[in-house]
T-cell receptor, first 116, second 117 residues
Framework: DTGVSQNPRHKITKRGQNVTFRCDPISEHNRLYWYRQTLGQGPEFLTYFQNEAQLEKSRLLSDRFSAERPKGSFSTLEIQRTEQGDSAMYLC??????????????FGPGTRLTVL | AQSVTQLGSHVSVSEGALVLLRCNYSSSVPPYLFWYVQYPNQGLQLLLKYTTGATLVKGINGFEAEFKKSETSFHLTKPSAHMSDAAEYFCAVSFIAGDTGRRALTFGSGTRLQVQP
């Protein structure tokens, strides 16, 4: 169990640029989640995948945001035309589907995005 | 809709003192409840969870929490604080609606715990 990994750990970009983040879940977990955390707040849910299917999306996920999980393994989160309000920590989590897992989610270290 | 309220954005205790971090939730169906800890510039680590069964739940690092349905609370406690407990703590709630149903965690705004020597 190598844990959830996220790349890059930090990203600084200029307003209007596009950015893409990657998440590699724990290998046997087929559920994957994205959250956003701003300073002084708890994480807020963005979207979740079961295998390659995107099953739930938050209203926070505007049309500038897109997430994919093409082969049911790693996932990418892309933000187009970044705005300063997109500055946040983007957290990825994964969970297994075995009975008794009870929605326990394992989090990665996050990608901190700064939009100048 | 479900929500989580954590009373006290900052809590300061002396080393060796009791730690009590408060969490109240609202949920229209029986919830799953979680406490996570976050150290600076790191992701979240699960401390403990309540799903069904025993209402007093023990977690890692000596923490425990009690689910009180009548009070809609899930407060986190530790009998004796250690310097290494200084971190941000988040309470979260979810419920499961079918096999492919809603699984998002709803988090509180967090409580920063300071431990004084």
């Amino acid at each position: 169990d190598t844990g959830v990994s996220q790349n890059p750990r930090h990203k600084i970009t200029k307003r209007g640029q596009n950015v893409t983040f990657r998440c590699d879940p724990i290998s046997e977990h087929n559920r994957l989640y994205w959250y956003r955390q701003t300073l002084g707040q708890g994480p807020e849910f963005l979207t979740y995948f079961q295998n390659e299917a995107q099953l739930e999306k938050s209203r926070l996920l505007s049309d500038r945001f897109s997430a994919e999980r093409p082969k049911g393994s790693f996932s990418t989160l892309e933000i187009q035309r970044t705005e300063q309000g997109d500055s946040a920590m983007y957290l990825c989590a994964s969970s297994p589907t075995r009975q008794g897992a009870n929605n326990e989610q394992f989090f990665g270290p996050g990608t901190r995005l700064t939009v100048l | 809709a479900q929500s989580v309220t954590q009373l006290g954005s900052h809590v300061s205790v002396s080393e060796g003192a009791l730690v009590l971090l408060r969490c109240n939730y609202s949920s229209s169906v029986p919830p799953y409840l979680f406490w996570y800890v976050q150290y600076p510039n790191q992701g979240l680590q699960l401390l403990l969870k309540y799903t069904t069964g025993a209402t007093l739940v023990k977690g890692i690092n000596g923490f425990e929490a009690e689910f009180k349905k009548s009070e809609t609370s899930f407060h986190l406690t530790k009998p004796s604080a250690h310097m290494s407990d200084a971190a941000e703590y988040f309470c979260a709630v979810s419920f499961i609606a079918g096999d492919t149903g809603r699984r998002a965690l709803t988090f509180g705004s967090g409580t920063r715990l300071q431990v004084q020597p």
